[in-house]
């Protein structure tokens, strides 16, 4: 059974940090794109960053970019998602997705984890 499970969530004021990781089991992690999506209230779930199986190349959502980095340990089995300058629209549950071709899409990925929440204060 396919396990991912996401961690690091929570209360954070603008402008701050947080990173979530998700630590996979299940599966082979190092043959799997992973990436990260979120779902704002009442909105649908969208991209929001995304990894090779080696780690060399990253895509990320345009808002995100030059705030979050993603990154990976394939010995650990684990994903990251490191957020900086975070800003109020970024408040939303963020999901830990594998794809064993691109998780550029919801419809993609193969494995969703249960999600985080983040919630930004302004």
């Known amino acids: 059974q396919v396990l991912l499970v996401e961690s690091g969530g929570g209360l954070v004021q603008a402008g701050g940090s947080l990173t979530l990781s998700c630590a996979a089991s299940?599966?082979?992690?190092?043959?799997?794109?992973m990436g990260w999506f979120r779902q704002a209230p009442g909105k649908e779930r969208t991209f929001v960053a995304e990894?090779?199986?080696?780690?060399?190349?990253?895509w990320y959502e345009d808002s995100v970019k030059g705030r979050f980095t993603i990154s990976r340990d394939n010995a650990k089995n684990t994903v990251y998602l490191q957020m900086n300058s975070l800003q109020p629209e970024d408040a939303a549950v963020y999901f830990c997705?594998?794809?064993?071709?691109?998780?550029?899409?919801?419809?993609?990925?193969?494995?969703w984890g249960k999600g985080t929440l983040v919630t930004v204060s302004s």
């Open positions: 997705a594998a794809s064993y071709g691109t998780v550029a899409s919801p419809s993609s990925v193969d494995h």
């Open positions: 299940g599966l082979t992690f190092s043959k799997y794109c």
């Open positions: 990894i090779t199986v080696s780690g060399r190349r990253t």
